[in-house]
């Protein structure tokens, strides 16, 4: 089993920036590829961004590219997501995830083990 706890979100001015963590904790010793999602009230889970277990392939959603960047540090066990242009669209509760090969994915439904989320929240 593996436990994922995000940090970092928080309410944010449009245009400003956050840095989301994401730290893995119990059977780090297989490695993850990992991905964040993110849920906005009424709305379905949406693919962020995804990153290869090595942190060599990147992934993003269309809606956040040339805005995020997700990146990791296998030996602190943790994923960032650098949110830069924060929009009012933004807006939702974000959650990491991990899925046990070598490669990130796109579908929520690959992933083995997920976070509880943090809020963020971006006003105009």
């Known amino acids: ?62 809606s956040v ?7 990791r540090d296998n030996a602190k066990n943790t994923v960032y997501l650098q949110m830069n242009s924060l929009k009012p669209s933004d807006t939702a509760v974000f959650v990491c995830a991990a899925r046990s090969y070598n490669s990130g994915s796109y579908y929520p439904n690959e992933y083995d083990f997920w976070g509880q989320g943090t809020q963020v929240t971006v006003s105009s």
């Open 1 to 62: 089993q593996v436990q994922l706890v995000e940090s970092g979100g928080g309410l944010v001015q449009a245009g400003g920036s956050l840095r989301l963590s994401c730290a893995a904790s119990g059977r780090t010793d297989s490695s993850y590829a990992m991905g964040w999602f993110r849920q906005a009230p009424g709305k379905e889970r949406e693919f962020v961004a995804a990153i290869s277990r090595s942190g060599g392939i990147t992934y993003y959603g269309d």
């Open 65 to 71: 590219k040339g805005r995020f960047t997700i990146s």
